[in-house]
């Protein structure tokens, strides 16, 4: 006879399985974090386009000669050093431009999140002296982000979707996450997607041609490949068998990398925390109260004279920025494990960056950290300002001009579960993510 500890032990695990298999959690924290990292990389390129020669161009002081050699030697991907001509990387840096736009916007965001590694790597390996603690977070979520669902909401993908009526047939918003399948005919039938044929053509063409030539090495080709492959097996399966037990597979292997690259960015925003919170422990200045003074007397980190002589004007002031600043880091991973202590904890790390971003003028490195800490945010808060978004839509709309939510009859994306009718996740009583059971249809 199976004891009761082991029943409710198996009972547990299939519980939590179906849970991390049945849907993708934090819709809305993946999309704040598709939001904030797209726009920190798109604003960086943009303000750096008068220098992105000398930054990653063949005026670099990090030649193309040390960047080969270097990739070379740690099997690093990028596109740039493909070639050494200027006209190759002025298409390279426009390319990384517009996937960067292609992600912020939330357009085939399944497509737009690869071509946002493509670019974020490319640029990145291409001269790694030139970048700062942002550029490896951006570099490390930038990989993540390929795994994930983050186009489900505030999206235009998500918005298609509604005014489609595809709710939870399609899996990505009105991208169809599969290339070919487009908005269903009046018979049921799937129209065609001739934009998602042509992209994934396309880029197949490139791929094999890289191939071909060994510019890609077999890691890397392994990991194309496989994106590629995979959007061609979601198509075949979704066209074919539509509602079948092999489209619920694979939306359930999807929902699991989701959740796996969810964790790991929360995970490694507790270890960025954590380590430098250690770390700076161990520093006498930071534990005599005098390390914040030191980098506001250096040109390079005041943009603002005037603001860094008014905070070190007082030694009161500076000895409590420099042990809050060590507290609150050392501190925050351990929040988590009491959710209100956390949510009053984490608008003050997003303070520190947003006065970092001032005070010392590294405003890309803040806003990739703010972008990694939205992570965090409680669900019920990112409801709050969807529901906002949608009356602030709904007054700025023309009279007599319906939007994409009154076609759909659910209010707007934060009035239900997200992903419609299928189930999804609302906010619980204290701003916890929870599964909603399947709305019932009329017959």
Same mark, same amino acid.
């Given at each position: 006879?199976?004891?009761?500890?082991?029943?409710?032990?198996?009972?547990?695990?299939?519980?939590?399985?179906?849970?991390?298999?049945?849907?993708?959690?934090?819709?809305?924290?993946?999309?704040?974090?598709?939001?904030?990292?797209?726009?920190?990389?798109?604003?960086?390129?943009?303000?750096?386009?008068?220098?992105?020669?000398?930054?990653?161009?063949?005026?670099?002081?990090?030649?193309?000669?040390?960047?080969?050699?270097?990739?070379?030697?740690?099997?690093?991907?990028?596109?740039?050093?493909?070639?050494?001509?200027?006209?190759?990387?002025?298409?390279?840096?426009?390319?990384?431009?517009?996937?960067?736009?292609?992600?912020?916007?939330?357009?085939?965001?399944?497509?737009?999140?690869?071509?946002?590694?493509?670019?974020?790597?490319?640029?990145?390996?291409?001269?790694?002296?030139?970048?700062?603690?942002?550029?490896?977070?951006?570099?490390?979520?930038?990989?993540?982000?390929?795994?994930?669902?983050?186009?489900?909401?505030?999206?235009?993908?998500?918005?298609?979707?509604?005014?489609?009526?595809?709710?939870?047939?399609?899996?990505?918003?009105?991208?169809?996450?599969?290339?070919?399948?487009?908005?269903?005919?009046?018979?049921?039938?799937?129209?065609?997607?001739?934009?998602?044929?042509?992209?994934?053509?396309?880029?197949?063409?490139?791929?094999?041609?890289?191939?071909?030539?060994?510019?890609?090495?077999?890691?890397?080709?392994?990991?194309?490949?496989?994106?590629?492959?995979?959007?061609?097996?979601?198509?075949?399966?979704?066209?074919?068998?539509?509602?079948?037990?092999?489209?619920?597979?694979?939306?359930?292997?999807?929902?699991?990398?989701?959740?796996?690259?969810?964790?790991?960015?929360? *995970? %490694?925003?507790?270890?960025?925390? #954590?380590? !430098? &919170?250690?770390?700076?422990?161990? $520093?006498?200045?930071?534990?005599? =109260?005098?390390?914040?003074?030191?980098?506001?007397?250096?040109?390079?980190?005041?943009?603002?004279?005037?603001?860094?002589?008014?905070?070190?004007?007082?030694?009161?002031?500076?000895?409590?920025?420099?042990?809050?600043?060590?507290?609150?880091?050392?501190?925050?991973?351990?929040?988590?494990?009491?959710?209100?202590?956390?949510?009053?904890?984490?608008?003050?790390?997003?303070?520190?960056?947003?006065?970092?971003?001032?005070?010392?003028?590294?405003?890309?490195?803040?806003?990739?950290?703010?972008?990694?800490?939205?992570?965090?945010?409680?669900?019920?808060?990112?409801?709050?300002?969807?529901?906002?978004?949608?009356?602030?839509?709904?007054?700025?709309?023309?009279?007599?001009?319906?939007?994409?939510? *009154? %076609?759909?009859?659910?209010?707007? #994306?934060? !009035? &239900?579960?997200?992903?419609?009718? $299928?189930?999804?996740?609302?906010? =619980?009583?204290?701003?916890?993510?929870?599964?909603?059971?399947?709305?019932?249809?009329?017959?």
């Amino acid at each position: 006879m199976t004891r009761w500890w082991v029943r409710r032990a198996v009972e547990a695990c299939r519980t939590a399985f179906q849970r991390v298999a049945g849907s993708a959690l934090g819709p809305y924290q993946t999309a704040v974090v598709r939001i904030g990292f797209s726009f920190t990389w798109l604003f960086f390129l943009l303000r750096e386009w008068p220098h992105r020669h000398e930054l990653y161009g063949p005026d670099s002081p990090w030649s193309w000669e040390l960047g080969r050699g270097l990739v070379d030697g740690n099997g690093a991907f990028t596109v740039l050093l493909w070639s050494d001509g200027r006209l190759w990387f002025e298409l390279v840096y426009l390319f990384a431009l517009a996937a960067s736009a292609m992600l912020l916007l939330g357009w085939r965001t399944r497509t737009a999140s690869a071509l946002f590694m493509v670019g974020v790597l490319s640029l990145q390996n291409r001269s790694i002296v030139m970048g700062d603690g942002g550029d490896n977070v951006i570099h490390l979520v930038a990989t993540y982000l390929v795994l994930t669902r983050c186009g489900l909401v505030w999206s235009l993908d998500a918005r298609n979707r509604r005014r489609r009526g595809l709710r939870d047939r399609t899996g990505e918003g009105g991208e169809a996450p599969e290339p070919g399948v487009g908005p269903l005919r009046s018979g049921g039938e799937p129209r065609r997607d001739a934009a998602g044929v042509a992209l994934w053509a396309v880029f197949g063409g490139v791929l094999l041609v890289a191939t071909v030539l060994g510019r890609l090495s077999w890691g890397w080709s392994l990991v194309f490949w496989g994106l590629w492959t995979a959007q061609a097996l979601w198509w075949a399966v979704d066209r074919q068998a539509r509602g079948s037990e092999a489209r619920a597979v694979l939306d359930a292997f999807a929902n699991l990398a989701h959740n796996g690259a969810l964790l790991v960015i929360s *995970a %490694e925003v507790c270890l960025i925390y #954590a380590a !430098a &919170g250690w770390y700076k422990i161990q $520093g006498s200045r930071w534990q005599d =109260g005098t390390a914040v003074y030191y980098p506001l007397h250096l040109d390079y980190f005041s943009p603002w004279p005037f603001l860094a002589d008014l905070l070190v004007a007082s030694g009161l002031v500076v000895m409590l920025i420099t042990y809050a600043t060590v507290v609150v880091q050392v501190a925050f991973p351990f929040t988590l494990l009491n959710r209100r202590v956390k949510n009053l904890l984490l608008p003050l790390m997003m303070l520190e960056h947003a006065g970092m971003a001032v005070t010392l003028g590294l405003p890309f490195f803040s806003l990739a950290m703010i972008a990694a800490d939205a992570v965090f945010l409680p669900t019920a808060f990112l409801l709050w300002v969807d529901r906002g978004a949608v009356r602030l839509g709904g007054r700025l709309r023309p009279a007599g001009r319906e939007g994409p939510e *009154a %076609e759909d009859g659910d209010g707007g #994306a934060g !009035a &239900g579960p997200v992903g419609g009718t $299928g189930g999804g996740l609302t906010a =619980g009583a204290e701003g916890l993510p929870r599964q909603t059971p399947p709305a019932r249809r009329a017959p």
